[in-house]
């Protein structure tokens, strides 16, 4: 999605979370990492979450660096920050690559990531509507706080609404 630099664009970096309203559209590129999209469609507001490993094991760092940390937080600040209803959001999931070509689930990141995102999210009663993870390409994605439209595109390939 192109815009004007007027703005209206958050860019959410590597590790990182970022929530804005309407009319922001909120954007990351991923590789191995997931990005957990939530989305309040009464308060048009969304909320966008990189992560990097499924999870913290007491590492430092930022919370929101982790799955198990990261997604929590993001749910609360959606709840406690932007007075979303829990049990109205959505969630969309996007990323996950196998980035590296060998043959190791040590080394599958990205499927570990997509896989404690999708518990996590179902633990905390979270739906998932829409999933794009897995494959050996990274995504860039974007989404669009008036309608909850995400646009992914897979590295080479055209883009896919969500």
């Known amino acids: 999605m192109e815009l004007n630099n007027n703005g209206n664009i958050v860019t959410v970096g590597v590790g990182d979370l970022k929530i804005a309203s309407t009319p922001k559209i909120i954007k990351t590129s991923l590789g191995?990492?997931?990005?957990?999209?939530?989305?309040?469609?009464?308060?048009?507001?969304?909320?966008?979450?990189?992560?990097?490993?499924?999870?913290?094991?007491?590492?430092?760092?930022?919370?929101?660096?982790?799955?198990?940390?990261?997604?929590?937080?993001?749910?609360?600040?959606?709840?406690?920050?932007?007075?979303?209803?829990?049990?109205?959001?959505?969630?969309?999931?996007?990323?996950g690559a196998k980035m590296f070509n060998v043959n190791s689930e040590l080394f599958d990141i990205g499927r570990s990531n997509a896989i404690e995102t999708k518990k996590i999210l179902s633990t905390m009663g979270i739906r998932i509507v829409a999933s794009r993870v897995g494959g050996t390409k990274g995504h860039q994605i974007s989404l669009d706080t008036n309608t909850g439209i995400v646009e992914s595109r897979i590295f080479g390939e055209p883009i896919e609404e969500y």
């Open 32 to 95: 191995s990492c997931v990005a957990v999209v939530l989305f309040d469609k009464i308060k048009k507001t969304g909320g966008l979450l990189h992560l990097m490993l499924p999870k913290c094991n007491e590492r430092g760092g930022k919370p929101s660096k982790y799955a198990d940390t990261g997604i929590p937080l993001l749910v609360d600040l959606m709840v406690n920050k932007v007075k979303s209803n829990k049990n109205t959001l959505t969630a969309k999931i996007f990323g």
